[in-house]
């Protein structure tokens, strides 16, 4: 099932969520509505407050981007960032800011531990693209948006689109939460 993406001025984007304490029914049938969810919106990331669930949970798919077709998709559960290193600019988007591209400088490389599906453990390192979805899709947990971590000049430029967004004036590909939506408002 597809869900609606929360947006902008959502609040649930900015709560902090709730960690998982095992795996069942009702969690799988969100994991599988998230996937269904994000490719719907040609995402290649989706937190589970984007979908209005309070919860420490991501999904990941990069596989629709150059390069990356070999990728496989990754559920993300209750995740600490345990080390980073190096910096790097990278241009980001959000589903839940729809038409809104800003440069955003993190680390290139993370250290990670999480649960999966199966709520099986991991510790593991990654790079490049994968390391940068999952820093923003973690930020998303603790209720931070890639707009809170552009240059303060940079973000200046796109806070008029910040605001038609949480006025409801967006356009999207992908049903979205807000029931204010008017795509007609002037
Ligand atoms: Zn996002």
């Known amino acids: 099932m597809i869900l609606p993406i929360n947006t902008y001025s959502d609040q649930v984007l900015r709560r902090k969520t709730?960690?998982?304490?095992?795996?069942?029914?009702q969690l799988e049938e969100l994991i599988g509505n998230m996937f269904e969810?994000?490719?719907n919106a040609d995402g290649i990331g989706l937190a589970a407050?984007?979908?209005?669930?309070?919860?420490?949970?991501?999904?990941?798919?990069?596989?629709?981007?150059?390069?990356?077709?070999?990728?496989?998709?990754?559920v993300v559960i209750n995740p600490h960032i345990l080390a980073v290193k190096g910096f790097v600019s990278m241009n980001e988007g959000c589903l839940s800011i729809p038409d809104v591209r800003g440069d955003v400088v993190?680390?290139?490389?993370i250290q990670i531990k999480y649960r999966d599906e199966h709520f099986e453990e991991h510790t593991a390192e990654f790079n490049d693209l994968t390391a940068r979805v999952l820093q923003?899709?973690?930020?998303?947990?603790?209720?931070?948006?890639?707009?809170?971590?552009?240059?303060?000049?940079?973000?200046?430029?796109i806070q008029k689109e910040l605001d038609a967004i949480t006025r409801g004036e967006v356009r999207?590909?992908?049903?979205?939460?807000t029931q204010t939506l008017d795509c007609e408002v002037k």
Not at 53 to 60: I, K
Not at 141 to 154: A, I, P
Not at 172 to 177: C, D, E, K, L, W
Request: proline share 7%; net charge positive; hydrophobic share 35%.
């Open 49 to 74: 407050p984007q979908v209005g669930a309070s919860l420490r949970l991501l999904v990941v798919d990069i596989s629709i981007a150059e390069g990356y077709e070999k990728a496989s998709p990754m």
């Open 37 to 39: 969810s994000m490719r």
């Open 136 to 157: 923003h899709e973690v930020d998303h947990l603790d209720g931070t948006l890639f707009v809170d971590r552009m240059q303060r000049r940079n973000r200046r430029k």
């Open 18 to 25: 709730k960690p998982l304490k095992g795996a069942d029914e």
């Open 106 to 109: 993190r680390p290139s490389s």
């Open 172 to 177: 999207t590909s992908y049903p979205i939460a």
